[in-house]
């Protein structure tokens, strides 16, 4: 049996989903501020909770013996963390050491967590980010975000943590898709096509081929598949792991809005503001030692990613 936290959001649903396909016993415990019953398949337990409860925690503990917890609740804005620091400390931090702590106390063997990228503030250099990176985030969010690795780290024997590039795509069915209230450039894209109306890009300045920032997009169903593979890989006794999951190609601002162009068949006017505060202008990931560790590799490419979390929009906008 498998607790999920988070499972009822964008990338836990995924998660959930190909473990039930898998023939993995899942419960799922999520607070539904930003997740929803509807993204879980009838036969999918959801218990209701907050992460800073340890009495609700320790209710879902008490009630089943899991095998593992994969910990993905968390809030996820950097730009609101900034106003936000306290709240985003007592979730993403605070919360993540209640997880582990009360998992741990009841004898739960393996611990997976969902991290960011955010963990490493800026790139020494515009090069791929290995995971031997300097870890200096620049909100609170990264800051949180680590501190969550940190305490798993203290916490537990084995253990898996995954740093998360820029996450996008949707799985075929188009069932699950990425928040709308997202500040994610894809979702902003969608919505700026289906509303035929434009779009703004901060900054058209930076040192990149267009002036546009660089990011590194992978596919949701790539994330969800890495954790179906560190699940094996923990009960292999192979030991603890944290690694990069991106998509391994860097692509700028203006390269997704012009293959949304292309995709949806929709001219999206671009209005290029002032650079957002604290914006990096190049993140790449180095993804070798998840390759070589979990034989994981993206299985989507850009346009994938695009044109399966554009179909979702068109599909639940009707």
């Not at 779009?199 to 596919?219: C, E, L, N, P, W």
């Not at 890495?226 to 390269?255: D, E, W």
């Not at 994981?296 to 490419?301: A, K, L, M, Q, T």
């Amino acid at each position: 049996m498998i607790l999920v936290t988070g499972g009822a959001g964008y990338i836990g649903s995924h998660i959930v989903k190909l473990l039930s396909e898998s023939g993995e016993q899942v419960v799922v415990f999520d607070n539904l501020i930003a997740g929803s019953p509807k993204n879980l398949l009838s036969g999918e337990e959801l218990v209701v909770g907050d992460i800073r409860s340890t009495d609700d925690l320790n209710k879902v503990f008490d009630t089943t013996q899991f095998e593992a917890v994969i910990h993905l609740a968390a809030l996820v804005n950097a730009a609101e963390s900034v106003s936000q620091a306290k709240l985003y400390k007592e979730v993403n931090d605070l919360g993540s050491r209640n997880v582990w702590s009360i998992a741990k106390s009841h004898n739960v063997p393996y611990a997976l967590y969902a991290n960011s990228a955010a963990v490493y503030g800026t790139p020494v250099s515009n090069d791929r980010v290995k995971e031997s990176h300097p870890l200096r985030p620049t909100s609170p969010y990264g800051e949180t975000k680590l501190a969550g690795e940190t305490s798993l780290q203290e916490l537990y024997d084995n253990y898996v943590a995954f740093r998360f590039f820029n996450v996008g795509g949707a799985e075929s069915e188009g069932r699950l898709l990425q928040s709308k209230d997202s500040r994610a450039i894809m979702p902003r894209l969608y919505e700026a096509a289906m509303s035929h109306q434009g779009i703004v890009i901060s900054g058209s300045d930076y040192d990149t081929v267009d002036g546009t920032v660089v990011r590194d997009f992978v596919h949701v169903e790539d994330i969800a598949r890495a954790f179906h593979i560190g699940l094996s890989y923990l009960r292999s006794g192979k030991g603890s792991l944290i690694c990069n999951l991106g998509g391994g190609v860097p692509t700028t601002m203006k390269q997704v809005h012009d293959l949304v162009e292309e995709i949806s068949g929709i001219t999206i006017p671009i209005t290029y503001g002032p650079r957002n505060p604290g914006d990096i202008s190049y993140s790449l990931a180095d993804i070798e030692l998840a390759k070589n560790s979990l034989n994981w590799s993206p299985n989507h490419d850009l346009k994938s990613i695009i044109r399966s979390g554009y179909h979702a929009y068109v599909k639940n906008s009707v």
